[in-house]
C-alpha cells in the first residue's frame, strides 16, 4: 500500500518551489517538479522546479534543484549542474540545499553562475522568540435551523397538512428534504438548496461577522403560488412564501506553528516559509503556509 505521508525531500522541494514562486517576478509561472528538453539528447530531464517569465519580448527560463541530504554539498553536484543547464537552455540554476555548500563548491558556483541558497529549518526553541507574536487562528461557524416556514394557499384544500408533511421529510431526510417543486418543470426543491442560497446571500463582512457573534439571520422568498408547490398526497399547495432562519455559532482554534526555515542567500534571509497545521475533525483539516 502506498504511504500516504510525503518524504521529507518532497517535503522540502515543495517549500523552497513555494518560496521562490513568491521570490519571483509578477506573472512568473513555477512548476515543481518539472520536465524540460535536453538541446543535446532530445530527452526529457526532471528538474525540481522551473520558473518562466517574459522579460520584455523574451522567454526567462530559470531552473532549481534542491538537496536535503545530512552532508554539506560539494563540488561534484554544482559540476553536474553547470553541464545541465547548459544543456536544457536554462539562463540560471539556483541550487539549495538543506546543509550549506563546502568551500570549492561556492567558489565553483561563484565561476559558472550556480546561484546558492540554503533552506534550513529553525529549532524548536527558536520559533517563537523569532516570529515575534505571530500565531493564526481558524474561525468555525456552525448553523442550525430555527424555523423553516411555508406559507401556502389552501383554497379548496384542507388546512394544517404541509408543516407535520413538511417536519417528517426533513426528520427522515434532513438537508436532502424536498420542501418545493417548480410548478413548470416539477424540478425538486431541497433544504439544501436554501441553503445554499443563504450563504449566496450573506458573504458581506458585515454578515460574516454577524454569523461569528451568533446572530440569528433570516432568509424570505415571495412568489407567485403558481410558480412553486409543495404536495401532499395527490394535494398540490401552492408557496406564497418561504421563511427560513438561521441561527450561528462560532468556534476559534488556534493553528499550531508546526515548522519554519529560514531561505538563505549567503548569510542573509531573503524569505522565510512559516507553517501551521490544524485536524479540525475527521474530514477538515486547515494548513497554513506563509512566505514573509
Avoid at 537552455?89 to 546558492?116: D, H, M, R, Y
Avoid at 507574536?133 to 404541509?162: A, C, M, W, Y
Avoid at 457573534?213 to 407567485?224: A, F, P, Q, V
Wanted: aromatic share 6%; with cysteine; net charge neutral.
Amino acid at each position: 500500500m502506498k504511504s500516504s505521508i510525503k518524504e521529507d525531500w518532497k517535503i522540502f522541494e515543495e517549500t523552497v518551489a513555494q518560496i521562490e514562486k513568491v521570490l519571483s517576478p509578477k506573472g512568473a509561472v513555477v512548476k515543481s517538479p518539472d520536465r524540460i528538453t535536453d538541446l543535446v539528447t532530445n530527452r526529457q530531464r526532471e528538474v525540481d522546479a522551473s520558473i518562466r517569465y517574459f522579460d520584455k519580448n523574451t522567454p526567462v527560463l530559470i531552473t532549481v534543484e534542491c538537496r536535503d541530504r545530512k552532508k554539506v554539498q560539494d563540488d561534484m553536484w554544482i559540476e553536474q549542474l553547470v553541464t545541465k543547464q547548459r544543456k536544457i537552455g536554462a539562463i540560471k540554476t539556483i541550487a539549495v540545499s538543506s546543509k550549506g555548500f563546502t568551500k570549492p563548491a561556492q567558489i565553483t558556483a561563484k565561476e559558472f553562475g550556480i546561484e546558492l541558497r540554503t533552506c534550513e529549518k529553525v529549532k524548536d526553541e527558536q520559533i517563537l522568540a523569532m516570529l515575534d507574536g505571530l500565531s493564526f487562528s481558524v474561525i468555525s461557524t456552525f448553523r442550525h435551523i430555527d424555523e423553516l416556514h411555508l406559507q401556502v394557499e389552501n383554497e379548496n384544500k384542507p388546512s394544517g397538512l404541509v408543516k407535520p408533511h413538511m417536519d417528517a421529510e426533513m426528520d427522515k431526510y434532513q438537508h436532502d428534504a424536498v420542501i418545493a417543486y417548480t410548478g413548470a418543470a416539477d424540478k425538486e426543491i431541497k433544504l439544501k438548496d436554501l441553503l445554499d442560497l443563504m450563504d449566496d446571500s450573506t458573504v458581506s463582512e458585515e454578515d460574516k461577522a454577524r454569523k461569528v457573534k451568533g446572530d440569528t439571520l433570516t432568509l424570505n422568498i415571495e412568489m407567485d403560488p403558481g410558480y412553486w408547490y409543495y404536495p401532499v398526497g395527490e394535494l398540490r399547495y401552492g408557496i406564497k412564501k418561504i421563511r427560513l432562519k438561521l441561527r450561528f455559532e462560532s468556534n476559534t482554534d488556534t493553528i499550531p506553528i508546526i515548522s519554519v526555515s529560514n531561505y538563505n542567500k549567503g548569510k542573509t534571509t531573503v524569505a522565510q516559509m512559516v507553517k501551521a497545521s490544524l485536524r479540525l475533525d475527521n474530514e477538515t483539516s486547515a494548513h497554513i503556509s506563509l512566505v514573509r
